[in-house]
C-alpha cells in the first residue's frame, strides 16, 4: 500500500509560479512511476506529467510541456511539480498517483494509487 498526500496548491495570478509536492509513504518509492493528473471542473481528468522510479524517464502533455517540470527525490519519498508560467487555463485539482506496473504512466488505468487532490487557481 502506498499513501499519496498533496500540498502546495493555492491561488495565483496569470504568469506565476506554484510548486505542487506529493509525500507518499512506504519504503519502496524508487518502485514506482509517479504520475501528475488534473482535472478541471466540467471536464475529464488528464495526464500532466510523469517520472520513473529513477528519475530518468519523463514526460509532459503539451499544454504544459517547457512550462512545467516534475522531478522526484528518493531521500525524501517526494515528487515534485514546479509549474511556471500559469495561465487561467490551469486551473484544476491536481492529483498525484503512483503505478508499479509501467515505467512510465500516462493513463488513469496505469494508476494503482491516488492521492486526495490539491485546487489551483490561476486568476487572470
Known amino acids: 500500500q502506498v499513501q499519496l498526500v498533496e500540498s502546495g496548491g493555492g491561488l495565483v495570478q496569470a504568469g506565476g509560479s506554484l510548486r505542487l509536492s506529493c509525500a507518499a509513504s512506504?519504503?519502496?518509492?524508487?518502485?514506482?512511476?509517479m504520475v501528475w493528473f488534473r482535472q478541471a471542473p466540467g471536464k475529464e481528468r488528464e495526464f500532466v506529467a510523469t517520472i520513473g522510479g529513477s528519475g530518468a524517464r519523463k514526460a509532459y502533455a503539451d499544454s504544459v510541456k517547457d512550462r512545467f517540470t516534475i522531478v522526484r527525490d528518493s531521500a525524501k519519498n517526494r515528487v515534485y511539480l514546479q509549474m511556471n508560467s500559469l495561465k487561467p487555463e490551469d486551473t484544476a485539482v491536481y492529483y498525484c498517483?503512483?503505478?508499479?506496473?509501467?515505467?512510465?504512466?500516462?493513463?488513469?488505468?496505469?494508476?494503482?494509487?491516488w492521492g486526495q487532490g490539491t485546487q489551483v487557481t490561476v486568476s487572470s
Open positions: 498517483a503512483a503505478t508499479a506496473r509501467s515505467l512510465i504512466a500516462t493513463l488513469q488505468s496505469q494508476v494503482d494509487y
Open positions: 512506504g519504503r519502496t518509492f524508487s518502485r514506482y512511476t
